[in-house]
């Protein structure tokens, strides 16, 4: 398995065939909560899959007809819960309301081996209380519904830290979930799952790029909007950056810099503040830290760009929320170098 990991959340049929081809050996459990019917089939069929969520009941009857009547599934009931308390919102697109989940659970029910409820409380979740919260909408939905459920799933949000958002730690995280998950009316032994993408890959990849132009406080670097930068672009996020430059820039004075990327498009843009060294020029480098898993997502190469050099490095990463771990070991890190 992939270092100890043996579960695998997948949204696709090509993850699941990518996972499939990758890890013959891996369990995966279909979490998009809408589906191609082909591509219910081809997972249960051909790679195994028995693990899905849904969130309506069109999305069950199409599960159980692509199945045809499979008595050894795992169906997950997605819950519609507040990301009030997320940087990034997940709760508009899906999740069954208050007054559809009854009808949908006892439905559920009766098509499933191991029934579950699961949720998103949205990305980049800054208290735990995001998940007492959705907690408290798992009882109220099992109290009305009278079902007995074996497992659920608190899906992702767990947070990294980044500039301007920093949350408490993890592992304040854990206990809520834990405690709630104690107090449920559930079966005795069901499970608890989750979803872990950013606490997971936040922290181990990098990006070098070099400024090739300055106009006042804005710097024109070789990668952005369409590139790994999305995110920095798109949803304003902040990643930490620093200057790569020969000698000590401690004592530099510093300024509050916003990024133009390389393509010909207005909205390649990263507004940041990005605070980096006043005297920064160009044919310097800056290294863009914690893009994690998204940053290679999401590239493409409009405009002609996107010429890269990948190597693996072992050093710490420019934050962490894991106390005490990056004293103790140096990790492993992905750094793109733009060019």
Known sequence: MGFGVTHYDVAS??????????????????????KAEEAISEAYWKH??????????DELEKIVRATEDATDLNLLVRLRVSSDHSKLSLAAKFGAEADEVVELLMATRQAADALGI???????????????????????????????????????????TYPGMEPPPLGAYFETIH????????????????????????EYSSLIVRVEKRRGEELYINDGAYGALFDAAHVGWRFPVTLL??????????????????????????????????????????EIGMLGAYGCAMRTK??????????????EPMASLYTGEVEQERRSATVTKLF
């Not at 195994?48 to 009941?57: E, P």
């Not at 007995?148 to 608190?154: A, G, K, N, P």
């Not at 405690?179 to 936040?202: D, H, K, M, T, V």
């Not at 409009?302 to 050093?315: I, M, R």
């Open 179 to 202: 405690r709630s998950f104690e107090s449920l009316p559930i079966s005795y032994s069901a499970e608890l799952w989750c979803e872990p993408g950013r606490a997971l890959s936040a």
């Open 302 to 315: 409009f405009n002609g760009f996107g010429a890269e050099e990948t190597h693996v490095v072992s050093d």
């Open 245 to 286: 430059r020969d000698g000590d820039n401690d004592d530099a004075d510093m300024v509050a810099f916003s990024f133009y990327g390389p393509t010909c498009d207005d909205l390649d843009h990263m507004a940041g503040p990005f605070f980096l060294p006043a005297d920064i020029k160009a044919g310097d480098f800056i």
């Open 13 to 34: 049929i090509a993850e699941v065939r990518l996972v499939a081809r990758t890890l013959p050996e891996a369990t995966l459990c279909f979490m998009h909560p809408v």
């Open 118 to 160: 699961c949720f998103h409380v949205g990305s980049q979740a800054m208290t735990p209380h995001a998940y007492a919260q959705a907690m408290e909408r798992v009882r109220a939905a099992i109290v009305a519904a009278s079902v007995t459920v074996d497992i659920i799933d608190v899906g992702g949000g767990f947070p990294s």
């Open 48 to 57: 195994g899959v028995r693990t899905f969520s849904l969130d309506t009941m």
